[in-house]
C-alpha cells in the first residue's frame, strides 16, 4: 500500500473557526490532490500540487487555500470553516501526469457546526 | 461541461456475474479508471483503459469504447466481499480525473 497518511481523521469544529488538515506521503511522489466528497456527487478536486510550492486550482477552490513546502507534505486550510464544507476530505498521490493512477489517503471526516 | 454518468445502486446475487456501465463526456480524453471504495474507506485502484477493448485482471474486467464515450466494469463470480461503491472516473486534456457519483454494489446471498 502508498505510504500515504492524513491528520486528524475526525474532526468537529464551529462555523468561522480556521482549519488545517495535513497529508503526508512517503512514496516521493511528484503530484498530490486534495478532493472532497459528498454524498450524491463525485469526487471533486479543490487543490493540487505539482512540485514543491507548485500548485493550482481545482473545481471547488473556493473557501480553501493550499501549501507545499515539502514533498511529502500537502496543507489544506479552510480560512473559515462553513457548514458547507462538512465533508470527508481525501488526499491523493500520484507518480507521473498522464499515467495519473491515484493512491488515496484514508480521509478526514469534518463536520462544521 | 464535463460530465460522467453511471448508475446509482445495483443489486445481485452472489456467484452471478453484474456489469456496471459508464458513459463519459470530457474535454479530450486520456483513459478510464475505474476504483472500488468501500463504505467508510479510501478509494482504491481497479482498472486503466485507454484504448478500445476489454482488460481482464482475475474475475474483474474493463471494457471501454472511446467512439461511444462508454465504459463497463464486469465482474464475475460475485462475493460477499465486492458489496462497495464502484467509481468510474475519466481523465481529460489536462489530465485530471473527472469523477463518476459512483455506483454503490450490493451483494446479496
Known amino acids: 500500500d502508498a505510504g500515504i497518511t492524513q491528520s486528524p481523521r475526525h474532526k468537529v469544529t464551529e462555523t468561522g473557526t480556521p482549519v488545517t488538515l495535513r497529508c503526508h506521503q512517503t512514496?516521493?511522489?511528484?503530484?498530490m490532490y486534495w478532493y472532497r466528497q459528498d454524498p450524491g456527487h463525485g469526487l471533486r478536486l479543490i487543490h493540487y500540487?505539482?512540485?514543491?510550492?507548485?500548485?493550482d486550482k481545482g473545481e471547488v477552490s473556493d473557501g480553501y487555500s493550499v501549501s507545499r513546502s515539502k514533498t511529502e507534505d500537502f496543507l489544506l486550510t479552510l480560512e473559515s470553516a462553513t457548514s458547507s464544507q462538512t465533508s470527508v476530505y481525501f488526499c491523493?498521490?500520484?507518480?507521473?501526469?498522464?499515467?495519473?493512477?491515484?493512491?488515496f489517503g484514508p480521509g478526514t471526516r469534518l463536520t462544521v457546526l | 461541461g464535463q460530465n460522467i454518468d453511471q448508475p446509482t445502486e445495483m443489486t445481485a446475487t452472489e456467484g452471478a456475474i453484474v456489469q456496471i456501465n459508464c458513459t463519459y463526456q470530457?474535454?479530450?480524453?486520456?483513459?478510464l479508471f475505474w476504483y472500488q471504495q468501500h463504505a467508510g474507506e479510501a478509494p482504491t485502484f481497479l482498472s486503466y483503459?485507454?484504448l478500445d477493448g476489454l482488460e481482464e485482471k482475475g474475475r474483474f474486467s474493463s471494457f471501454l469504447s472511446r467512439s461511444k464515450g462508454y465504459s463497463y466494469l464486469l465482474l464475475k463470480e460475485l462475493q460477499m466481499k465486492d458489496s462497495a461503491s464502484y467509481l468510474c472516473?475519466?481523465?481529460?486534456?489536462?489530465?485530471?480525473?473527472?469523477w463518476g457519483a459512483g455506483t454503490k454494489l450490493i451483494i446479496k446471498p
Open positions: 491523493a498521490i500520484s507518480e507521473n501526469r498522464e499515467y495519473n493512477e491515484q493512491f
Open positions: 470530457t474535454s479530450g480524453f486520456n483513459g
Open positions: 512514496e516521493n511522489h511528484r503530484y
Open positions: 500540487s505539482y512540485g514543491v510550492k507548485d500548485t
Open positions: 472516473a475519466a481523465m481529460d486534456s489536462n489530465y485530471q480525473l473527472i
Open positions: 483503459n485507454v
